[in-house]
């Protein structure tokens, strides 16, 4: 079974930057496909960002080209750089990882079998 521990979160003011990150335990990391979603107040868990073992990346439309998702297996950790952070960014933000290859599109919180306990990001404006 797979354990995460996300960190990095905090409060940032419109158009600054985080980086989180998500260190993964009690699995080989390489084998991982890792996914970034968010949760606003009020609002369903959605997907943001996804590595897979192959390094292929694909980003939500409202993130693109503004966060970056990348992974150091030899750290077993995935980061997610966000730069020119918006209002609309604020929510609370979460690590999770398929290790089964279940039949779901990426963007689908059930393909996911492990899931971190979140780490709040709030932007001001």
Do not use: H
């Amino acid at each position: 079974q797979v354990q995460l521990v996300e960190s990095g979160g905090g409060l940032v003011q419109a158009g600054g930057s985080l980086r989180l990150s998500c260190e993964a335990s009690g699995r080989t990391f390489s084998t991982l496909t890792m996914g970034w979603f968010r949760q606003a107040p009020g609002k369903e868990r959605e997907f943001v960002a996804v590595i897979y073992r192959s390094g292929n990346i694909y980003y939500a439309d409202s993130v693109k080209g503004r966060f970056t998702i990348s992974r150091d297996n030899a750290k077993n950790t995935v980061y997610l750089q966000m730069n020119s952070l918006k209002a609309e960014d604020t929510a609370v933000y979460y690590c999770a990882a398929d290790s089964l290859g279940t039949p779901y599109s990426y963007m689908n919180r059930r393909r996911y079998d492990g899931w971190g306990q979140g780490t709040q990001v709030t932007v001001s404006s």
